[in-house]
């Protein structure tokens, strides 16, 4: 029995799975994880919360996870409430809800890229067309082109990744307004590495407030450390999140779930903290790579792009070799480095410079 033998819908015969390689190495800067796991007492705290619901587990959870959405909504600022945020296993589960209430069949979604792979992955899933438009040579988006292809493509849902996987590009609030002027239906600002942002960048969540049709997406996978806990939330009007309640499984969210980014959350100060270091980190590489004479794409995020490599998959293997994974992601020549520790960038720098 082979895939191609099941009745499997037709258009997801040929498509291939995300699949960014899960290899145990000494030093994994693939996937853009925290690097740093939560201290001895956090640990405790997270054990002793699950420990505390353990005994109700026969029950199912808050399904509103209101407690939790209260505390997003405080976390978030803007004069946020619970009613116009939003939780789920990740924000994967977040931007799959949004294509199955606002995309489906006969309907379209645009992004710019290069840009996050698994946009096209859960809209195409959604049964939703995808329509890939372009961005410039410095990997940001040209507002007048941007406008121009989706007067022609008239999306139901617009893509925006700000800061950009794979490229670490941040857009400007004036770009993003004139999309979702443009736009005849939502636009979705991914800002899953918004906490890496370079200081002063604003949010999106600045333009919430004059745009219904507007979502901000974020995670805990990223800054927060807390890959592991599969927490994504968004913030938006609250028609949006009731147009979410539609389509989302009853008791989506466990308890287990719901009590660590609780737990997290209150703890946001130690699991922020290394965001500074992280970032400085960021910096740091992005001057050692071009000291080397090599191409980067300045990075508001906790990664980097660089090449142009004649062969990357090349200089991709001879890392790994040498213990170190990375990406072989974006742009044909480009590769993508997560940032890691001070002493898993010592190994990534000492591996490259020998391949180099
Ligand atoms: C990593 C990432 C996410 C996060 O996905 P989760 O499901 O929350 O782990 C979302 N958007 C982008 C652009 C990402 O790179």
Do not use: C
Not at 102 to 109: E, I, V
Not at 191 to 211: C, I, K, M, V
Not at 252 to 257: F, I, N, V, Y
Not at 262 to 287: M, Q, S
């Amino acid at each position: 029995m082979k895939l191609e033998d099941l009745p499997i819908r037709d258009d997801l015969r040929g498509r291939t799975p995300y699949g960014a390689p899960q290899i145990d190495v000494p030093v994994r800067l693939n996937t853009n994880e925290n690097p740093y796991g939560p201290s001895a007492s956090l640990v405790a705290e997270l054990a002793e919360a699950v420990r505390g619901v353990t005994a109700d587990l026969n029950r199912y959870p808050d399904r509103d996870a209101l407690d939790l959405r209260r505390e997003l909504a405080a976390y978030l600022g803007h004069g946020l409430a619970a009613e116009q945020v939003w939780a789920a296993n990740g924000s994967n589960e977040v931007l799959q809800q949004i294509l199955q209430a606002f995309g489906g069949h006969g309907r379209a979604a645009m992004g710019f890229e290069p840009s996050y792979s698994m946009h096209p992955i859960i809209t195409t899933g959604a049964s939703t067309e995808w329509i890939s438009g372009a961005r410039e040579d410095d990997f940001g988006i040209d507002p007048g082109k941007a406008v121009a292809a989706i007067e022609e493509h008239r999306p139901d849902v617009v893509f925006l990744t700000s800061p950009n996987n794979p490229t670490g590009t941040a857009l400007g609030p004036e770009v993003i307004a004139r999309i979702v002027e443009a736009a005849p239906g939502m636009v979705v600002v991914d800002e899953a590495y918004f906490e890496f942002a370079r200081t002063g960048t604003p949010s999106a969540l600045t333009l919430l407030p004059d745009n219904p049709r507007l979502i901000v997406t974020r995670t805990m996978s990223k800054a927060f450390a807390m890959a592991g806990t599969r927490l994504g939330y968004l913030a938006a009007h609250p028609a949006v999140v009731e147009a979410l309640l539609l389509v989302r499984l009853p008791y989506h969210l466990s308890t287990l779930t719901q009590t660590a980014a609780r737990v997290a959350l209150a703890h946001r100060a130690e699991l922020l903290g290394a965001v500074d270091a992280l970032r400085a980190e960021r910096d740091a590489i992005v001057d050692w790579l071009r000291a080397r004479g090599l191409k980067v794409a300045d990075s508001d995020a906790n990664f980097v792009l660089f090449g142009l490599f004649p062969d990357r998959r090349a200089v991709w293997q001879g890392l790994l070799d040498r213990g170190v994974l990375i990406r072989e992601v974006g742009p044909p020549g480009w590769l993508r480095v997560s940032i890691g520790t001070t002493e898993e960038m010592a190994a990534f720098r000492a591996a490259l410079e020998e391949i180099l």
